[in-house]
């Protein structure tokens, strides 16, 4: 059973800065297409960023582009979300993502496991 688990959420004013990360259990980490989902109050879940099996490829939505940063460490079975110049509109649950098949990187259908999600407030 793979487990996904988000940390790193919080409350920060905007400006500022926050990194998120996400551990996934097992030892195939390093076989997975992982990516950064978020939803806002009242809103659908949309797509972040994403990154491939072995770091090789980034994704970025337009809105996160130049300010978030996605990356991953398959020693350690962890991926990141660096996001800095935050913003209030960037207030939203933030979710871990892990796939294996294919399929577009930006649709939730390519990804197996999802984490709980982890709180992301940014105070104007």
């Known amino acids: 059973q793979v487990q996904v688990a988000e940390s790193g959420g919080g409350l920060v004013q905007a400006g500022g800065s926050l990194r998120l990360s996400c551990a996934v259990s097992?030892?195939?980490?390093?076989?997975?297409?992982m990516g950064w989902f978020r939803q806002a109050p009242g809103k659908e879940r949309e797509f972040v960023a994403a990154?491939?099996?072995?770091?090789?490829?980034?994704y970025y939505a337009d809105s996160v582009k130049g300010r978030f940063t996605i990356s991953r460490d398959n020693a350690k079975n962890t991926m990141f979300l660096q996001m800095n110049s935050l913003k209030p509109e960037d207030t939203a649950v933030y979710y871990c993502?892990?796939?294996?098949?294919?399929?577009?990187?930006?649709?939730?259908?390519?990804?197996?496991?999802w984490g709980q999600g982890t709180q992301v407030t940014v105070s104007s």
């Open positions: 993502a892990a796939g294996y098949g294919g399929g577009a990187y930006y649709t939730e259908g390519t990804y197996n496991f």
């Open positions: 097992g030892r195939t980490f390093s076989s997975y297409n």
């Open positions: 990154i491939s099996w072995n770091g090789g490829t980034t």
